[in-house]
């Protein structure tokens, strides 16, 4: 295998790492579920691609600005829809991915269906991972303060958390706005690694995608997110050479990890001496506890 060829799937998979680790923020330790983070990536691209081809911005700037008005765009949806219970957050953000879509398919300024081409290529290996070690680091120390243990607690339970005094809608929107900051950068790197964006590359299937690797990592695991990430996008890549089959692999692949280890490749483990040895133990246990690992794992 040739090393760019080797390079271009690690700068993928850095930049799907980005977007996965807001959305564990958000699902795996808030326990809200988004279908709407290709539309945050969208801001993201299309903002930076726009600050470095029209008004000619540094790199590092200008992913920035569009992770930064991706967060922004998540104060006005999480204001509307942060009150809503159980599905219907999910539905909405659902619909907010694809309104994100549609309107930049008819906005010419960004060049319409048509999408913009001419990006700088500026992801290289050492950016790209420069921004996932700041974004895992980052994380790291937010789960483990305060406000993280007050966003595990709103996902065990939401009622008795409010009840001790946590602010819910505060901690939900903090979750949501850091989650799109990660998908704003996401979606930057990624226009600068492309060179070419169009509307139809942030269709629901993008953010099914994402939210795949974070329930195949493992739901409230840093670390999992990170392997459950690496491993769904070398899979295709892998199977590259079977054409058409090796989706189905890629799907075969999915189902069977749920279905042998359904809390997750790590299961809400992260990696240290004393995580390996909790998942090389929970790993022999019954697929009912299993369940109940992501849980266990969260409130440690």
């Not at 081409?117 to 937010?142: E, H, N, T």
């Not at 999915?254 to 790590?266: D, E, F, K, S, T």
Request: hydrophobic share 55%.
């Amino acid at each position: 295998m040739a090393w760019y060829y080797l390079e271009g799937i690690l700068i993928l998979c850095g930049i799907n790492v980005m977007v996965v680790l807001g959305l564990s923020l958000l699902t795996g330790f808030t326990g809200l579920f988004s279908f709407g983070h290709a539309g945050f990536m969208a801001i993201g691209a299309y903002v930076s691609a726009s600050l470095t081809t029209m008004l000619h911005w540094p790199f590092i700037p200008a992913v920035v600005a569009g992770g930064l008005v991706a967060m922004l765009m998540s104060f006005i949806i999480g204001g509307l829809t942060l009150n809503l219970k159980g599905d219907y957050f999910c539905i909405a953000t659902l619909g907010f991915g694809e309104a994100i879509r549609l309107i930049l398919n008819n906005v010419q300024t960004f060049g319409g269906a048509r999408g913009m081409a001419s990006i700088p290529l500026k992801s290289s290996l050492v950016a790209v991972y420069a921004f996932v070690i700041i974004g895992v680091i980052f994380m790291w120390f937010l789960i483990r303060s305060r406000h993280g243990r007050n966003m595990v607690a709103i996902r065990e339970e939401e009622l008795a958390a409010q009840a001790i005094g946590i602010n819910v809608f505060r901690y939900k929107m903090l979750s949501l706005a850091a989650s799109a900051l990660y998908a704003g950068i996401g979606g930057a790197l990624w226009a600068h690694y492309l060179t070419f964006i169009n509307p139809a590359m942030f269709m629901l299937t993008k953010s099914t995608e994402m939210t795949i690797m974070v329930i195949i990592g493992g739901l409230g695991s840093i670390t999992g997110s990170i392997v459950g990430t690496f491993f769904l996008t070398f899979l295709p890549e892998a199977f590259r050479e079977f054409a058409d089959w090796r989706m189905v692999v890629y799907g075969a692949a999915v189902i069977a990890v749920m279905a042998l280890r359904p809390q997750g490749l790590l299961g809400g483990i992260e990696f240290s001496p004393k995580g390996i040895i909790k998942w090389i133990t929970t790993s022999g246990k019954s697929k009912k506890a299993q369940v109940k690992t992501p849980v266990e794992g969260g409130k440690a």
